[in-house]
């Protein structure tokens, strides 16, 4: 995926706070953070959004979930954390890689959707 940025962070064409990286998995701090704590945690694998999953993805998939909540705690979210994966343009996703957010810190999060 040539032009895709999370590809290119991947490839270290673009620099990145990395907070962990295997073979399969990648995770790094959001730019433009919502929180304290924010980090993107990505397959190494280009998937365009959550729609896109296969069966075949599903080993990858549970070992990002399983990460998950080790990587938050390692960043300092001891007392809870929010994990959100928007999808398509009604999600409000802007970079089509499947990545997870990982958001957290001291405080409550305020409310997840605003009504009205
Ligand atoms: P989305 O709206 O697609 O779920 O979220 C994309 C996220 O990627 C945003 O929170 C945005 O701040 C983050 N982001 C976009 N470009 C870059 C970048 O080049 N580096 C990093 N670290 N984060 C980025
Ligand atoms: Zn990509």
Redesign the pocket.
């Known amino acids: 995926m040539d032009n895709c ?1 999370f590809c290119k ?1 991947i490839r270290k064409e ?1 620099p ?2 990395k907070i962990y990286e295997d073979e399969n998995i990648l995770a ?5 953070p ?1 929180a304290p704590v924010h980090f ?1 945690l990505i397959p190494k694998l280009h998937i365009d959004s959550l729609t896109d999953i296969q069966d075949n993805h599903q080993s990858l998939l549970g070992k990002m979930l399983l990460l998950a909540p080790n990587l938050a705690k390692e960043q300092g979210c001891e007392d809870g954390f929010r994990t ?1 994966i ?1 999808t398509g343009r009604v999600g ?4 089509f890689h499947l ?1 997870f ?1 990982i958001i957290g810190g001291r405080e409550r999060l305020p409310a997840m959707i605003h009504q009205g």
Do not use: S
């Not at 790094?28 to 433009?32: R, S």
């Not at 409000?92 to 970079?95: C, H, L, P, T």
């Open positions: 940025i962070i673009i990145c706070n790094f701090n959001d730019i433009n919502a993107l959100i928007n409000g996703q802007e970079v990545h957010h």
